[in-house]
Nanobody, 122 residues
Framework: VQLQASGGGLVQAGDSLRLSCVASGRTYSSSVMGWFRQAPGKEREFVSAIRWGVGNTYYTDSVKGRFTISRSQAENTVYLQMNSLKPEDTAQYYC????????????????WGQGTQVTVSS
């Protein structure tokens, strides 16, 4: 089982990026896919998640209104559109998948991608 994330990069504050994550293996309708991030010296933080079947979305407060998560069931891919990026969004972003339902706790996600770096300069 693999999650392959891409799309990170170095941008300026106010710019946009779109992260993608292609999943191998089965993603069931009851699954949840999403994104965590970890900045240097900080704990891993929940960013956003989407229920694979119905498409309900969830966001941490600091990204609401700026980030949008979406998925393509046909391509087994989840996306994170990040607009109005801020320096505090700088982190390694990890794609995740859970078969246990929605959670904002990292340990509840069994599948993790390798991470993609997002750096936002001021």
């Amino acid at each position: 089982v693999q999650l392959q994330a891409s799309g990170g990069g170095l941008v300026q504050a106010g710019d946009s990026l779109r992260l993608s994550c292609v999943a191998s293996g089965r993603t069931y309708s009851s699954s949840v896919m999403g994104w965590f991030r970890q900045a240097p010296g900080k704990e891993r933080e929940f960013v956003s998640a989407i229920r694979w079947g119905v498409g309900n979305t969830y966001y941490t407060d600091s990204v609401k209104g700026r980030f949008t998560i979406s998925r393509s069931q046909a391509e087994n891919t989840v996306y994170l559109q990040m607009n109005s990026l801020k320096p505090e969004d700088t982190a390694q972003y990890y794609c995740v998948r859970s078969y246990r339902g929605l959670s904002t706790v990292a340990k509840d996600y069994s599948d993790w991608g390798q991470g993609t770096q997002v750096t936002v300069s001021s």
